[in-house]
Nanobody, 121 residues
Framework: QAPLVESGGGLVQPGGSLRLSCRAP???????????MGWYRQATGKERELVAS???????IYADSVRGRFTISRDNSRKTVWLQMRNVKSEDTAVYYC????????????WGQGTQVTVPS
């Protein structure tokens, strides 16, 4: 089982909202809490891209394509990271994954199954 489990995806109309969750059920608090966590997405036929990250100090970084519409947050006590998606667009359609980021910005763990977000055009 992958160490990170994504959920919350679904079909959402353009302009709508969705909140994705990423849990780390097998990770202990002292391992999870210092990690930089990120949400990635991969659309059909495209490379996987990092859309948002959050540091241990809750400092956030967003890709230009989602800045102002998506919000990443975390609760270390629950070992959970969320991605609040607002004003979604058809181009947000993708499988969304979470992962921890190494200092090189490369993903640290094997990928989980992800969660599908579909926004019809």
């Amino acid at each position: 089982q992958a160490p990170l489990v994504e959920s919350g995806g679904g079909l959402v109309q353009p302009g709508g909202s969705l909140r994705l969750s990423c849990r780390a059920p097998r990770m202990i608090f002292s391992v999870f809490s210092p990690k930089i966590m990120g949400w990635y997405r991969q659309a059909t036929g495209k490379e996987r891209e990092l859309v948002a990250s959050i540091g241990a100090d809750s400092n956030t970084i967003y890709a230009d394509s989602v800045r102002g519409r998506f919000t990443i947050s975390r609760d270390n006590s629950r070992k959970t990271v969320w991605l609040q998606m607002r004003n979604v667009k058809s181009e947000d359609t993708a499988v969304y994954y979470c992962n921890a980021l190494r200092t090189t910005n490369q993903p640290e763990y094997d990928w989980g199954q992800g969660t599908q977000v579909t926004v019809p055009s």
